[in-house]
């Protein structure tokens, strides 16, 4: 009797770890899901922008977005205009839009590369954004995860910054989200 307690004890210890670990995996890309579909039906919803910066534009951010998509090759991705129509929904919230005058000195190793940067006088902007792919049939959730764009030049308005960081952002969602490089098994 006493054994077998152990190993009931063992394994739910197992059980809840195994769960744990599950939960906790960052997803891989939807490419190995998607890339076999002749096509992809995509609904991109009206974006949300939680930053407090009121100069983030999410219009333009979701026009570059649906032209990225329609323009990839390897998965063959069709925007369309109503949720009932698609495949996939992609919703995102925009959690941070920061621009500065001053570049924070990055994480370098070695005193002089330290030195070398914090001299360099250029201006930064920094966006994270929230994405969240989900079935358009079920509205279950099959991809999600912040994801963040940086760019620092020599002169860059935070005007500017806005458009080169929706561009960049695209670019850094469609990588983690839909390309093979980051294609998980499902």
Not at 8 to 32: A, D, H, Q
């Amino acid at each position: 009797m006493k054994v077998l307690r152990i190993l009931i004890i063992f394994f739910s210890i197992g059980v809840l770890l195994i769960g744990t670990e599950g939960e906790c995996r960052k997803l891989g890309s939807l490419y190995s899901m998607l890339s076999g579909l002749d096509e992809v039906k995509v609904y991109i919803s009206e974006m949300t922008n939680s930053s407090g910066n009121k100069e983030v534009d999410t219009a333009a951010l979701r026009t570059l977005l649906s032209k990225a998509l329609d323009s990839r090759k390897s998965i063959n991705f069709k925007t369309v205009g109503e949720k009932k129509n698609a495949d996939i929904v992609i919703d995102t919230v925009i959690k941070e839009f920061i621009w500065t005058e001053d570049d924070p000195i990055d994480m370098i190793t070695g005193a002089a590369a330290v030195a070398i940067d914090a001299l360099k006088q250029e201006n930064y902007g920094r966006v994270q954004a929230e994405f969240t792919v989900s079935n358009a049939k079920t509205g279950k959730v099959i991809w999600s995860d912040v994801e963040k764009a940086t760019i620092t030049d020599e002169k860059m308005s935070e005007s500017e910054s806005i458009g080169r960081l929706n561009e960049r952002l695209v670019y850094v969602f469609i990588r983690e989200a839909f390309s093979k490089g980051n294609s998980a098994t499902r």
